[in-house]
């Protein structure tokens, strides 16, 4: 059994089936609590440091934010998922996206403190704070 395997078997669905009692929560926000909750957990499996709690939030927001960004997509442009022209650059643009978005993460994974992350961030980024 995967790390992913596990935490969706044990934390997530049992987490969601559970939030989902609490009916004045709307839907979008049961998944943003689900996906944050569980990837925030990932991090502290890889380490109890403020980095890998902001890894966690990092990647959870990033799979909430796919997740409404394809429904949005799916919802408004229904056409462009049946358009087999645009595939390959829907996918391209996919692929490149969630790159540039995992390989920033990485700079939580790989310092020791937020402090360091916050300069590279700067820096990568072209912002001169002094």
Known sequence: MTLTQWFRSYF???FNRWIRGYKNIPAWAM?????LA???????????T??????????????????????????RFPALGQNP???PALQVGGILVTFHFVALGWVFFALSNPILSWQ???????IDLQ
């Not at 590279?120 to 072209?126: E, Y």
Request: a positive charge; zero cysteines.
């Open 12 to 14: 997530f669905n049992p």
């Open 31 to 35: 998944i943003l609590i689900g996906q």
């Open 38 to 48: 569980t990837m925030l957990l990932i991090g502290l499996w890889h380490g109890i």
């Open 50 to 75: 403020l980095n890998f709690i902001f890894w966690g939030i990092w990647h959870g927001l990033g799979l909430f934010l796919q997740n409404r960004w394809s429904d949005f997509v799916r919802r």
């Open 85 to 87: 022209g645009l595939q």
């Open 120 to 126: 590279v961030f700067m820096k990568l980024f072209g």
